[in-house]
């Protein structure tokens, strides 16, 4: 059976890789066997990626909602936008996460011109320049053009010493940061000349994926259990992270929810914050 993605290419439509994605999300054999009873019946010659999504979704929510969580990650992620302000603040809480110091919205004066940063990591002798590259299509894939254009920008910041985490230092590394995929180019060329890249696949045991649920940085946009404007009331709050809102619980009162439904949401939270997944 043939399927389109989101990027309106048709493909082979590969069992395996939804089997994978729903054990990947924590759901045990039985719970898996489930949803494939429930969901292949439906399935159709030229059915989207989208529409597989969202009856698999609405079966594991059935189940359990942080298995439902984990499994939406991707379009979570995408729910960070649509202009990918706070995807960048997410990336900067996955760095402060595993061990760096970070900065957002810095005007570095560079050899030629201004460059408005991203996000500026440091992490020992080390400092970063953080680019972010969000896509509102999940499908969408960064061409080689810019981790160029990067790579530009790095070369007119370097060997100039600038006032950063309160000591004077340089910018000593790159990364290239998408929610989506990158391009063979664009891999081959970056890892030729060292730009460092995370991509949603990308590095392959190291990637977004696998980086969030080895260290539950699930973006508060993946629970379930709020509505799209709750999540964004939330965002407007800068709570990013949904360990943030489960350390933070007083940050649910600006969504007026009665206890009830304030269980409901720290339960989830609570789940999705133990990293070793299990049914």
Same mark, same amino acid.
């Given at each position: 059976?043939?399927?389109?993605?989101?990027?309106?290419?048709?493909?082979?439509?590969?069992?395996?890789?939804?089997?994978?994605?729903?054990?990947?999300?924590?759901?045990?054999?039985?719970?898996?066997?489930?949803?494939?009873?429930?969901?292949?019946?439906?399935?159709?010659?030229?059915?989207?990626?989208?529409?597989?999504?969202?009856?698999?979704?609405?079966?594991?929510?059935?189940?359990?909602?942080?298995?439902?969580?984990?499994?939406?990650?991707?379009?979570?992620?995408?729910?960070?936008?649509?202009?990918?302000?706070?995807?960048?603040?997410?990336?900067?809480?996955?760095?402060?996460?595993?061990?760096?110091?970070?900065?957002?919205?810095?005007?570095?004066?560079?050899?030629?011109?201004?460059?408005?940063?991203?996000?500026?990591?440091?992490?020992?002798?080390?400092?970063?320049?953080?680019?972010?590259?969000?896509?509102?299509?999940?499908?969408?894939?960064?061409?080689?053009?810019?981790?160029?254009?990067?790579?530009?920008?790095?070369?007119?910041?370097?060997?100039?010493?600038?006032?950063?985490?309160?000591?004077?230092?340089?910018?000593?590394?790159?990364?290239?940061?998408?929610?989506?995929?990158?391009?063979?180019?664009?891999?081959?060329?970056?890892?030729?000349?060292?730009?460092?890249?995370?991509?949603?696949?990308?590095?392959?045991?190291?990637?977004?994926?696998?980086?969030?649920?080895?260290?539950?940085?699930?973006?508060?946009?993946?629970?379930?259990?709020?509505?799209?404007?709750?999540?964004?009331?939330?965002?407007?709050?800068?709570?990013?992270?949904?360990?943030?809102?489960?350390?933070?619980?007083?940050?649910?009162?600006?969504? #007026?929810?009665?206890?009830?439904?304030?269980?409901?949401?720290?339960? #989830?939270?609570?789940?999705?914050?133990?990293?070793?997944?299990?049914?």
């Amino acid at each position: 059976m043939k399927i389109k993605n989101n990027a309106g290419e048709t493909v082979e439509f590969e069992i395996s890789k939804l089997e994978n994605s729903l054990r990947n999300s924590g759901a045990g054999e039985q719970s898996v066997k489930r949803v494939l009873e429930i969901v292949l019946p439906k399935c159709f010659e030229g059915i989207t990626t989208g529409e597989l999504y969202k009856m698999a979704f609405e079966e594991l929510k059935k189940i359990s909602n942080s298995v439902a969580a984990r499994y939406s990650l991707k379009k979570a992620l995408l729910e960070l936008g649509p202009a990918g302000f706070y995807f960048e603040q997410w990336i900067s809480r996955v760095f402060q996460n595993i061990g760096y110091k970070t900065e957002t919205g810095q005007l570095i004066k560079g050899h030629s011109v201004t460059h408005e940063a991203d996000v500026i990591a440091k992490k020992n002798d080390k400092t970063y320049w953080v680019e972010c590259k969000f896509r509102n299509a999940g499908d969408t894939k960064i061409s080689v053009t810019t981790p160029m254009y990067v790579l530009s920008r790095i070369k007119d910041i370097s060997d100039i010493q600038y006032n950063l985490f309160g000591t004077k230092t340089e910018f000593t590394d790159g990364w290239l940061i998408t929610n989506t995929y990158f391009t063979k180019d664009s891999v081959a060329f970056s890892e030729y000349y060292g730009l460092r890249l995370l991509s949603w696949d990308y590095p392959k045991d190291k990637n977004i994926k696998s980086l969030v649920d080895q260290n539950a940085l699930y973006p508060i946009t993946c629970l379930t259990t709020l509505e799209g404007k709750q999540k964004q009331k939330l965002l407007e709050k800068k709570c990013v992270l949904v360990k943030e809102l489960f350390n933070n619980q007083n940050l649910l009162n600006v969504l #007026e929810l009665n206890q009830e439904k304030k269980s409901e949401v720290l339960k #989830e939270a609570k789940e999705l914050m133990i990293t070793k997944i299990s049914e």
